[in-house]
């Protein structure tokens, strides 16, 4: 009966709660969840559609690696919305799951039957997780085909590359004198619509021509202005300093190099730009004109270079030990082969443009590479250096081969009819050459920098010691800083420059950054680079603001609280520990590093710590106990064991005391804990010296006792309360002992006050003439008593012979007396 009573009344409360959750279901499944899904779809057929249009694109543009280089990043963009499209319904899934765990499965046959509504709603979300598991993989499908286009595009642009470089055309059509006849008329073209062009600028568009390239001029003015300003002398070589060190040429040839050719980028680069916005330029002159500007650019920056490097002018600032002669030549031929290079490529680009017979291409890269092959060859035949004797040497063998090789393989590739393969030697020879040695002596430079002392020579350096407090150590760390950044700014600059010159497009290294800023997958794990950065930033600004913290903290509040400087310490400790805590965790955070992934860390250094690391865990422990209770402080005067000083540093591990020989002695803050620690400036320095004195026996002790008080109440540093005392204290072996003892308000200056009343004793004694025992104990006599006599007969014999030795001698006397009397004395 109570049974079916209670069943009854869960039947009630269920029919009672069920409808609002049967409605919100309801209603949560009938719009939100429907719409979502049809929207989803919506999104996949729009993309399934442009993939499609893509994958007909390709087979279009199946010669032309920039538009496949295009069509792969708008596929990866539709890679990445048909993942979003499946993670849009993520929390969804999680919300369908969790019910249907609470609502369990159903009956099994036999067992009493569910409410109506517990099985509609388990059926409703089955079914609506069905439709969303068929959404997810057609998200799932339509991704993987877009890899597999994504994969296709890069195979055709190797097989595209592979038929640039292994194309072998015929020469002799290319050679022929119909070339001549094509090159006129290609010429005659070309001036026309360059000509027409002019014509229309200067009616229509006068004035914008001016202020673009006014505007362009003043930029880059401001860049080159700006350099100069900045960097002062190593910008230029001085030709007054006769002896250069190393790191002052290498930065002026990077610098001299750097600086001007991105003025003049900006230059060009900014005049572009400013023609397009003014419609200044048409279809046709805006692709001539940013040839031409590369080509400008390319060979201003070789030329630079070669000039930095060489300095014809100043052979001190030299870089390659070359002699003058040589270093001209070098200068003249490096600029001539990047002109050839750079007359082909915008040669190239009208022939493309223009639709130049193939011939005409032919010849046009035949000459090209067979100019830059004997220019390679004149540079390794060249002798720059010389010996004492005045013989002329070469460069060296590795060099020498090297230039050789690659001059004559330019030459028999082209012979051969490779043009393609020549062609590509030739531009990296030049402009990849070019790039991997400024980027060379750019490296140089950074390491020259960051060496030990370096950057507090650098005029930086030298303005910065003389118009900031920054020390040496400090200005030493600046320099690794200036360092990193230096060789960070190299390799954003100069290692997309080379994969370009290597046949990688624009989109490539757009995609790479891509995948590089938003997260790279190994494994399970996502390395992201902006993410680590982000948390490297925040972690910093934590860092420094702790520091901020802390030293306001100390030098604002507590100091003008007057508050002990044991206590500060302890404080701004415990302040920095924390703040560096937090801070870390935050930029853990920050840098998407899922805290909850580091509990197996934490239970392997569990682990660890219970076997290895358990002294660490016990001086950290003890730290953060010395830190709360306190037994002692910075500036206190212990006495841990055989150890006595100052407290210099309370750290979480080790405790650091200076001895009073200036010795640090670093104990673990375990023994410090575990062990008794004496502690003389614990509550305050009020402390007792004790001073004790021997005085010999036989002196008037009363007044030894009045003469010690008075010269301890003298003193300045005693203090009248306590008051000081004199105890005899012993009757030594070899003195009186006596025991001053006082009282002073710093005992600190205990070996002052010592040392100042020995001295008074030792004078009040010499006036006194107090004897003070120099011995440290007594040697005293011991007289045995004679032992009493057992032989009487023996004595009185003893005793008559030795009166009768007297009796003779007494008669011998007389006798000698009375014959000196008597005797005359001798003649004169």
């Known amino acids: 009966m109570l049974f079916r009573l209670l069943r009854l009344i869960l039947l009630l409360a269920l029919v009672v709660s069920a409808p609002p959750s049967f409605d919100a279901a309801a209603q949560g499944l009938g719009q939100a969840p429907a719409g979502l899904i049809a929207d989803q779809q919506k999104i996949l057929q729009d993309l399934t559609t442009k993939t499609d249009n893509f994958e007909k694109q390709i087979q279009q543009d199946a010669e032309d690696d920039g538009s496949l280089v295009d069509i792969r990043l708008q596929l990866e963009e539709l890679s990445r919305q048909s993942l979003n499209s499946a993670l849009a319904f993520r929390t969804r899934l999680g919300e369908i799951n969790s019910r249907l765990e609470q609502i369990g499965p159903a009956p099994a046959a036999g067992q009493p039957p569910e409410p109506d509504i517990v099985s509609g709603e388990r059926q409703a979300l089955v079914s609506e997780k069905a439709e969303i598991n068929a959404v997810i993989s057609l998200a799932q499908s339509l991704s993987i085909r877009i890899s597999g286009l994504i994969d296709k595009i890069g195979n055709m642009r190797s097989e595209l590359f592979r038929n640039v470089l292994t194309k072998r055309y015929v020469l002799s059509d290319a050679l022929s004198p119909l070339v001549f006849s094509d090159a006129r008329d290609e010429f005659g073209n070309f001036y026309k619509a360059v000509s027409s062009w002019l014509s229309f600028a200067f009616r229509f568009k006068f004035q914008a021509i001016l202020a673009a390239t006014f505007v362009a001029l003043g930029l880059a003015l401001v860049l080159l202005v700006g350099g100069r ?119 190239s680009v009208i022939n493309d443009k223009m639709g130049s017979p193939l011939s005409l291409t032919i010849a046009r890269s035949f000459g090209a590479t067979i100019i830059v092959g004997v220019i390679l060859i004149l540079m390794a035949m060249l002798r720059p250096f010389k010996a004492r004797d005045g013989s002329w040497r070469p460069w060296p063998a590795w060099l020498r081969y090297t230039a050789l090789a690659l001059g004559v393989f330019t030459i028999v590739a082209a012979l051969l009819g490779y043009i393609g393969l020549a062609l590509f030697v ?42 900031s407090s920054y020390e040496d150590t400090a200005l030493d760390q600046l320099g690794l800083v200036v360092s990193v950044a230096i060789n960070l700014m190299i390799v954003l600059v100069f290692l997309p420059l080379i994969l370009l010159m290597w046949g990688f497009q624009p989109g490539d290294i757009q995609a790479w950054a ?92 569990s682990l660890g710590i219970g076997f290895g690391l358990q002294n660490v865990v016990s001086n950290f422990v003890s730290g953060l106990i010395l830190l709360a209770e306190r037994p002692f402080k910075v500036g206190d005067w212990i006495v841990a064991g055989d150890v006595s000083g100052t ?117 009040k004694f010499s006036g006194e003439h107090i004897e003070i025992p120099s011995t440290p104990r007594a040697v005293l006599e011991v007289h045995k008593p004679k032992a009493w006599p057992t032989d009487d007969d023996k004595i009185e014999a003893d005793f008559a012979e030795q009166e009768q030795v007297k009796a003779e001698a007494e008669a011998e006397k007389r006798r000698l007396a009375k014959s000196r009397k008597t005797k005359k004395p001798d003649p004169d």
Not at 438 to 465: H, K, P, Q
Not at 580 to 586: G, K, N
């Open 647 to 763: 407290v210099k540093k309370i750290s979480v591990r080790a405790t650091e005391i200076e001895t009073f020989q200036r010795q640090s002695v670093i104990l673990p803050n375990s023994n410090l804990i575990n062990n008794a620690v004496g502690n003389w400036t614990h509550r305050n320095k009020l402390g007792r010296v004790d001073i004790k004195i021997g005085v010999a026996y036989g002196s008037d002790v009363k007044q030894v006792h009045a003469i010690l008080l008075e010269i301890a109440r003298g003193h300045p540093l005693v203090l009248k309360n306590p008051e000081p005392f004199v105890l005899f204290s012993n009757f030594g072996t070899a003195a009186l002992e006596f025991e001053i003892r006082v009282f002073l308000a710093d005992v600190m200056n205990g070996n002052i006050a010592q040392n100042d009343i020995r001295f008074a004793v030792l004078e």
């Open 426 to 467: 030739s531009l990296q020879v030049v402009v990849t050459g070019t790039a991997l040695i400024t980027a060379y002596i750019g490296f140089l430079s950074a390491r020259a920098i960051g060496e030990e002392g370096a950057f507090a020579n650098t005029s930086v350096g030298r303005w910065l010691s003389a118009n």
């Open 514 to 605: 891509y995948k590089l800023a938003t997260g790279i997958n190994i494994g399970s794990v996502t390395i992201s680079v902006t993410g680590i950065l982000s948390g490297i930033v925040v972690f910093v600004i934590g860092y420094f603001l702790t520091r901020w913290f802390q030293g306001w903290l100390d030098g604002s509040v507590m100091a003008r609280g007057k508050v002990d400087a044991g206590v500060r310490n302890s404080i701004r400790l415990a302040v920095g520990y924390a703040g560096v805590a937090l801070a870390a965790l935050v930029g853990i955070s920050a840098a998407g590093i899922d805290l909850s992934s580091l509990a197996l860390v934490a239970g392997a250094l």
């Open 229 to 347: 300003r900045l960097f002062g002398r190593v910008f230029e070589a001085d030709p007054s300093n006769e002896d250069p060190s190393y790191l002052s040429r290498l930065s002026v040839a990077f610098w001299s190099t750097l600086l001007p050719t991105l003025a003049v980028g900006v230059f060009l680069a900014s005049t572009v730009f400013f023609f397009n916005y003014y419609n200044v330029l048409r279809g046709d002159i805006g692709l001539f004109l940013n040839a031409l500007a590369a080509v400008i650019g390319g060979v201003f920056c070789v030329n630079r270079l070669t000039n930095a490097a060489l300095e014809p002018r100043l052979p001190n600032w030299r870089l390659v030990p070359v002699e003058t002669g040589p270093a001209r030549w070098l200068v003249r031929l490096t600029t001539a082969m990047a002109v050839v290079i750079g007359v082909n490529y915008f040669l």
